[in-house]
């Protein structure tokens, strides 16, 4: 007959038991954030923190408070002065003119871009050449997937801060870590690209059908100022054609019609639930670049469950104030900062939102 298990046996089999759950805790803990990687601040930490005052470096004046009740029209309309037609335009809730398109930094945003950023020669002279930009090491982990290390000190772009190119919208450094090149994202039924402040086509709706590795089955552009034109043309030879929808319409965080001239507002986390009607099984990559406005965009993302849920991966430009983004046209975006635009990436990875800063 066999003996029942003495008391070392009994403790013997408790602590393997333990040793196994520590293990996996261990191993659950490590996956979130890599030990190297500052940490990472809460969507709700940044809901709270993205209201208090917060002091420019260059403006030297609290967020909140460096807009006019009213902005004249300084970009492609002239310096003409606003009308009853107005939008709010954040992230300080001052006015501007709904008929005018946002200023394109570098003044040929888009396009290849020579000497807008402003460089540290030192770096590019030293070891800049060889510095890495496609092979960096693991940063950390969102939803268990390897992902880039942010770097604010290059200003979120290394082939142009070392020297390597002279296209300050070079995104090639993001090519290792597409979430596509980790997981099946090609097999889902539905594919689906927006791209929020698309430009012309061929510059980042394009490069995402030539370097995502998913042919997209449905392309849905916000644009408002007529730069973007598919090539149905050219696209109807494709082996797999994509179905390309364009909306010149303001992107924001409410929605709201037109008015005179201007153009109708876009609440972009109701269209994304409602009217794309994105399910958690589809695959969904979204790139977003639309000056500025993604300061208001974005928390709402953050405080909404079904947009989070469904989003797989996202490509956003935060613009912030800094002396070496002023040839870029970024003097506009202070108060905002570089360490608020980390503080952000991290808050969106942290919800487990798989973030990358475009470009």
């Known amino acids: 007959n066999p003996q029942p298990p ?3 046996t009994l403790i013997a089999l408790a602590l393997f038991a333990v040793g196994l759950l520590t293990g996996a805790l261990l191993r659950r803990a490590s996956l979130a954030v890599d030990r190297r990687s500052a940490e990472l601040t809460s969507p709700l930490d940044w809901t709270r ?16 408070d460096t807009c006019p009740p009213q ?13 009853a037609s107005i939008v709010v335009c954040p992230p300080c809730d001052c006015v501007a003119c709904a008929t005018c398109p946002p200023c394109a930094p570098c003044d040929r945003k888009g396009v290849t871009v020579n000497e807008c950023m402003i460089r540290n020669r030192t770096l590019m002279e030293g070891s800049g050449v060889y510095a890495k930009r496609m092979g960096l090491p693991a940063a950390e982990r969102v939803n268990g997937m390897l992902i880039e290390e942010l ?5 979120f772009r290394p082939g142009y801060a070392y020297g390597q190119t002279d296209d300050v919208e070079d995104p090639s450094h993001l090519i290792p870590w597409l979430l596509g090149n980790q997981v099946d994202l090609k097999s889902a039924s539905r594919r689906v690209f927006l791209n929020l402040g698309a430009n012309a086509f061929d510059t980042s709706t394009a490069w995402f059908m030539r370097t995502y590795p998913v042919n997209f089955d449905e392309i849905h552009a916000f644009e408002i100022t007529g730069a973007f034109v598919p090539p149905r043309a050219a696209l109807a ?23 005179g001239h201007g153009l109708p507002g876009i609440d972009i986390v109701r269209f994304i639930n409602e009217e794309l009607n994105i399910k958690a099984e589809d695959t969904f990559i979204v790139k977003m670049d639309i000056e500025g406005a993604e300061w208001e965009v974005l928390p709402a993302v953050l405080q909404n469950a079904c947009a989070l849920a469904v989003i797989d991966e996202l490509f956003v430009e935060i613009h912030y104030g800094d002396p070496a983004m002023a040839g870029c046209g970024w003097d506009q975006f202070y108060p905002r900062r570089i360490e608020d635009a980390l503080a952000l990436a991290r808050a969106l990875r942290a919800a ?8």
Not at 151 to 155: A, E, G, I, S, V
Not at 352 to 359: D, E, I
């Open 71 to 83: 902005l004249p029209c300084d970009c492609a309309c002239g310096s003409q002065p606003c009308d």
């Open 352 to 359: 487990g939102l798989r973030t990358h800063l475009w470009p």
């Open 6 to 8: 003495n008391l070392q």
């Open 151 to 155: 770097q604010p000190h290059l200003h």
């Open 237 to 259: 030879r494709l082996p797999h054609p994509p179905n390309v929808t364009l909306y010149a319409a303001i992107v924001g965080a409410r929605d709201f019609p037109a008015s």
């Open 49 to 64: 923190a993205r209201d208090l005052p917060l002091t420019s470096a260059l403006a030297g004046q609290p967020r909140g």
